[in-house]
């Protein structure tokens, strides 16, 4: 129990360190953007292939913010059937719903491994720039929505398991 | 009695089955994809018909589904990826929205190379059969066309050169900008062909480099008054064939495209597009208030001397970038005696 908890520590930490990098890269978006109209405006003359520059920032940014809304379960969930069937069932849908997003991001990370791959010999339209390791980048950021998810899905049975042996019976945050 | 009812019931239910031939399963239909509106010459006058003799020729026995219109995915960045994929077994590909892939593919996009697309087009398909460009090995070369020639276009006057200095041009992508920045013009990248019209209405840019085709389709040919005859640069297309739906089809079938595609298809798509921009340039000829400008020997003399320098700089970053433009410059004189045209504008 000692061991999971360091784990989940850990992972929470590099989650939060991820999106900082993230919220920092979404500021510098910004402040080029705003450059950039101040140079059109004023001089005429547009930042360079800022468009590049943003069509390579975006994803990174995105994936920066998915592990922390997994561990955080920031993620809508709706609840119609538990509503109907009762609690007992509600918390081992909750179980199946947090194994589907489980699988659902290791199909995205295969895929996006698979992409990155493929798109080892592109580059950006207008300066030229190698997009595979931008996006080999996003997808280590993903890889980690992995552990962040499997974390999510154990509290879940765990909390599933307990709430059948009537030890403890805790709704889930989300 | 009962008996007898009974097996002369099993009996009619046998005979069918005894004087059916067993039924083979036939072949899944070739998803033909483009991302394209289905009336557009491309497709309308090319592909619909290749498809149609295609099936003619095979006796029904091919079965091709044909899907304009991006039926099968609407962006024309994620159409080689769909073919890759196997969702498309042909499918109609811009190389250019996928810069590298085909990394030899920009020598097309050099300035003032060619004469007109039917040249560069057929120049484009001998440089691929002959393995001058990389990037086809994965796939089977079903045909190609060249964009029709980009112009320039502006919205503001142009009688010079010194008329384009400090002005906004949309570019696609790196050599079309290299073009602009020589021409002292300002390059403009990142706006889609469909937001060229709000653009320049909205001032953001002051003209683009495009085909006529192109023009009508984007209603581009509304918001520029300055066309400059000049026919700059040009954008390779390609119709691909997923390699293994290829391989997966019997011999007959695949003797049945090879025949029906290369060259032939390469003319077809020219002639067609052709057409289109001629139709749409003597139309916005005929119009008040549009002014075509055709620059005197000594302003295009101008634009070479500004424009040489970038053919260098290809040759010296291209690895074999000197055999590529000796193996154009020998496919382009072969196409020209062929065509009985002129030589380099």
Redo the contacts between chains.
Sequence with gaps: MILTSAIEKSIRKTTELIALIGLSCLLIQAVMIVIDVLLRLFLNSPLFGMEDINQLLITIILASFFPILLIDSKNITIDFLGQLLGTKFKVWLDVVGQLFTLLLFILVVWQLAIFSIEVEYQHTLILQIPIAPFWWLTTGLMTLCIPAQLIVTASKIYQAIHSHSGISETEGTD | MYLLIKQLSVLIFLIPLVFTTPVKAAPPALRVASFISPLSPQNADVIAPWIQNLKKLSDNELDVDFYPGGSLGRHGDYQL?LL?DGVHDVSLIVP?Y????F?DNNIFELPLLMNSSLEASLAYYRMIKDGYLR?YEDTKLISVFMSQPYFLHLNTPYQSLDDLK?K?IR????LQ?EIIRRLGG?????TPVTQIRESISRG?IDGTLLGWDSMHIFGVKHVTHYHIEIPVTYTPILLLMNLASYESLDSKHRTLIDQSSGEEMVNHFSTATTALALKIYEETLDQDGQHFITPDKDELSRWHKALSPIEQSWINQNPNGRWRMKGLNEILTAVRRELNTDSKS
């Design positions: 990826k890759l250019g996928t810069p590298g892939r990394p990037g400090g906004k570019v696609a992508g790196y900008a300002t390059p403009i990248g990142g953001l």
